[in-house]
């Protein structure tokens, strides 16, 4: 019997479409200006790389998700989505940037016309970053609703107080989306009364302060400390005590697109992997021959592809307005799961090379690992699953 075999002449109804490969070619031009030393050096003085940043924003990417009408590319999650797993799978890290696009569902589907004449064409530009969304709080962990962030209203102000944690990107962010509580916790309703505010960090002076927490991998993430801090009303987005409801909105496209970051990072473990098995000699053959080499780079590979699938159904359905919870969590899990098979693969392929950070390997292992909890742990995501979708009993 055959093991395999390719079938010719066919047209192939799974080709990626030309409006993705010019995209990824693009996005890939910027990328070879970064190399891994450059991500490296960065990594080893735990600095943003600034410089990323700026490029990417010059070229429009990082305002893929913002309408042309105010100076964005008016581009989809799908196209989005490519251009964040380019980023990784050319062995950078989306992570210093991708905030601006995970948030920016919010502020367009619930911001008012006023907020979005007023930030989007800035944001577009690259004149004003909005790259921190304050929602993590200490105490209250995954279950958002305990949060205990105040804002309480007083004249055209809200006076807003309290302390989050692991709250990314804030000294290199202008903006910051922040949950407060507006109304106290009610038992019987408690996912109301939060409600959602563009912070201006600039003007928030010493109402807000910060501590860089030592993380494993290179992510500006720290403690913020809010203390009386005034924020316009009209910063206010969408309706006050809906807050939550409005994040979760933006939750389906978030794991959609930190689903093609894990891809993008898979697809580069797999692929240094492979060349790294092949050209490796010990006992004078390519380590790649032995099969305890091989298969887990195959089996990554294929968890890979499968998770890309459903990763492009959920941006699909996204795209075109339709229910995508259920495809986003899927996605986000599998693609997860399939980037840490892959991280640890290549980990073992390169044997003692694997821990030595000029080889980058070790560094792209971190950066991944990350997705298994962040922005939201694969176990919520099965407990999402088994309630929602397979009907089981709820547990968060
Ligand atoms: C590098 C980094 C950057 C981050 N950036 C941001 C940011 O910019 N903004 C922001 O708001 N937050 C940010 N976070 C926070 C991140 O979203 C949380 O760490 C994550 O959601 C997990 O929450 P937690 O750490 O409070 O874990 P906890 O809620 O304390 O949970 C701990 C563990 O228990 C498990 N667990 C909890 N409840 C259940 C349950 N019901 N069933 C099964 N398992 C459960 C979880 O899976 C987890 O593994 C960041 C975190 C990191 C590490």
């Known amino acids: 019997m055959a093991i395999g075999g390719e079938q010719c002449g066919a047209a192939d109804p799974f080709e990626e479409p030309e409006r993705f490969r010019s995209l990824r070619e693009g996005v890939r031009a910027v990328c070879a200006r970064f190399p891994d030393a450059y991500w490296r050096d960065l990594d080893a003085r ?5 410089a990323f940043v700026r490029a990417m924003t010059e070229t429009g990417w990082l305002g893929a998700l913002i309408p042309t009408e105010y100076g964005g590319l008016g581009l989809g999650l799908a196209e989005a989505a490519v251009i964040l797993e380019e980023v990784n799978r050319q062995g950078g890290n989306a992570g210093p940037a ?27 530009a690259g004149s004003i970053r909005l790259q921190a969304f304050g929602v993590t709080e200490p105490e209250a962990g995954t279950d958002t ?15 807003i107080s309290g302390r989050k944690i692991y709250i990314s990107r804030v000294q290199h962010s202008d903006l910051m989306l922040l949950l407060a509580r507006t109304s106290p916790r009610d038992e019987a309703r408690p996912a109301d009364g939060m409600s959602v505010f563009l912070v201006d960090l600039a003007a928030a002076g010493a109402a807000i302060r910060l501590r860089r927490l030592p ?6 993430t720290n403690e913020v400390e809010i203390d009386g801090l005034e924020v316009f009303a009209d910063n206010l987005v969408g309706v006050e005590g809906q807050g939550f409801r409005q994040i979760i909105d933006g939750w389906n ?21 492979a060349r790294y098995a092949t050209e490796r000699i010990v006992f004078g053959r390519p380590i790649g021959a032995n099969q305890g080499v091989q298969f887990p780079i195959a089996a990554a590979h294929a968890q890979i592809e499968a998770a890309d699938l459903v990763r492009q ?26 980037s840490w098979a892959a991280a640890n ?41 088994g309630h929602r979708v397979l009907g089981m009993p709820r547990s968060y």
Not at 258 to 265: F, K, L, P, S
């Open 98 to 124: 991708h905030a601006q696009m995970y948030i920016m569902g919010t502020l367009l589907k619930h911001g008012s016309e006023e907020q979005k004449r007023r930030y989007l064409p800035g944001i577009a």
């Open 215 to 220: 993380m494993s991998m290179n992510n500006e």
């Open 46 to 50: 735990r600095e943003y790389p600034e």
């Open 313 to 338: 159904r959920a941006s699909a359905r996204f795209d075109a307005g339709l229910a995508c919870g259920a495809d986003a969590n899927l996605a986000k899990y599998l693609a997860a799961e399939a």
């Open 253 to 273: 496209a978030e794991r959609i697109l930190i689903a093609a970051e894990c891809v993008g990072d898979g697809r580069w473990f797999v692929e240094r992997a």
């Open 145 to 159: 609703t305990r949060i205990t962030t105040t804002a309480i209203r007083r004249g055209d102000r809200y006076v």
């Open 345 to 385: 693969a290549c980990l073992d392929t390169y044997g003692g090379n694997g821990f030595n950070s000029e080889h980058d390997v070790e560094r792209k292992f971190r950066e991944t690992r990350l997705y298994r909890v962040a922005p939201i742990s694969n176990n919520l995501v099965l407990a999402y699953i």
